[in-house]
């Protein structure tokens, strides 16, 4: 029994990795196959302060902890509370401004889940970037 | 009591179909949810994406339709006991998961949710092996 478990187990791996394979390559131009961010979609903490006045910052965590502190001028939108705080974001919106988006730590995914959605759903035309080590990375640079 | 076994094969199947073809037609998104477990690299993780949804689709089939049934079954106990696993030590070690089983419709569903979910589905195909143990055994 457990022979024939493990062949038809290996065959059924063979099968599904032809549709697999497939599917790759048709999305093969689309996915970033080596990093989850391609370096174009981040900016380290030094880079995006020297932008000033032109960086509009995005805190993505949980209203509770935006309220223990955040980034100077930081607007609060997360995803727990899109719908209510997006209008709020707009009102402080400027097309020209680059938008940088941070969550707790460098393993957070809030921050990506944040400027995706400003990009594919709000249509924003700005340059969107993720905060790299976000909050905890600010704060360190900031001691 | 075999139409019981069946319906479980059935539902079974049905759900790991389902689960497959959502993630097939996301894998970026499926690759997004692997990588929040923080287990594997992204480039390891986003090969998975594109493999694991049709190997859960062929198994979800070989339950369904009684073909190469154990090796259907083999693979989806494997895989649900890595997933389990993977969700209670990204749970321990304080990582907000969302397990993206069954793509964006599971996003709301709370980790308490989840894994009853997951426990049930996985004693599902536990029970249906005990069931083909015992099928065997009656026609020997």
Redesign the interface.
């Known amino acids: ?1 457990i022979a ?10 063979v ?3 032809l ?3 497939g ?2 390559v048709y ?1 093969r131009g ?7 961010l391609t370096s174009g979609q981040t900016v380290d903490v030094d880079l995006a302060r020297s932008w000033g006045e032109n960086a509009m910052w995005v805190d993505a965590r949980p209203d509770n902890e935006f309220a223990a502190d955040h980034i100077p001028n930081a607007i609060l939108l997360n995803e727990d509370r899109w719908n209510d705080l997006l209008p709020q974001f707009l009102a402080h919106w400027s097309p020209e401004k680059k938008i940088v988006v941070y969550c707790s730590a460098a ?3 809030l921050a ?1 889940e944040v400027a995706r959605r400003l990009r594919d759903e709000a249509k924003l035309p700005n340059d969107i970037r993720v905060l790299q080590g976000g909050w905890e990375e600010w704060q360190k640079k900031n001691k | 009591m075999k139409i019981a076994w069946r319906i479980v094969d059935l539902i079974v199947g049905g759900l790991f179909i389902y689960a497959g073809v959502l993630k097939v037609i996301d894998p970026i998104q499926f690759a997004r949810d692997i990588d929040n477990y923080k287990i594997l690299p992204w480039s390891i993780g986003v090969r998975l994406a594109f493999f694991l949804p049709w190997l859960e689709i062929f198994c979800g089939l070989a339950l369904i339709l009684r073909r190469l049934y154990l090796g259907g079954l083999s693979i989806l106990s494997i895989l649900m006991g890595v997933f389990l696993a993977a969700s209670l030590i990204a749970k321990a070690r304080g990582l907000d998961i969302s397990c993206g089983c069954f793509g964006r419709v599971s996003k709301n569903f709370s980790f308490a949710w989840h894994l009853t979910l997951d426990f049930a589905i996985f004693a599902a195909i536990i029970a249906l092996w005990f069931a083909q143990k015992n099928e065997r055994g009656t026609r020997h």
Do not use: D, G, T, Y
């Open positions: 029994m024939r478990a493990l062949r038809q187990a290996a065959l059924l791996v099968l599904a990795f549709p697999a394979i599917e790759a999305f689309k996915v970033p196959w080596q990093s989850r393993s957070c995914n990506e």
